[in-house]
């Protein structure tokens, strides 16, 4: 579901592989750092209390950024190169309530 505007707004929850926690941050960075180029751009990024998790409050311009971003071969490259430490991340579509 878009906003009105048409902007997709997600929150994305990383759990980082235990033990590869400082890795699984340098990804999430350079990650992050490609969302530009899609048309998206990271408003929040807090870390849990665990070292575990991050949580990323993450907007689109609309869904074919999202898609594009998804699609993104950088992206994949990235994450190929962590391998088995790469971290699980469950993306949710909000909305304002």
Known sequence: MADRDGALTLVA???FTVGAEAAGRRYEDAVLALLDRHG???ERRLR???GQTEVHVIRFDGRVGYESFLADPD???LR????AAAPTT???E???G
Do not use: W
């Not at 190929?80 to 391998?83: D, E």
């Open 48 to 50: 849990g209390t665990d």
């Open 90 to 92: 469950r993306v949710v």
């Open 75 to 77: 992206r994949a490259a």
């Open 40 to 42: 998206g751009r990271l």
């Open 80 to 83: 190929t190169a962590l391998g």
């Open 13 to 15: 929850i990383v759990e």
């Open 94 to 96: 909000v909305h304002e």
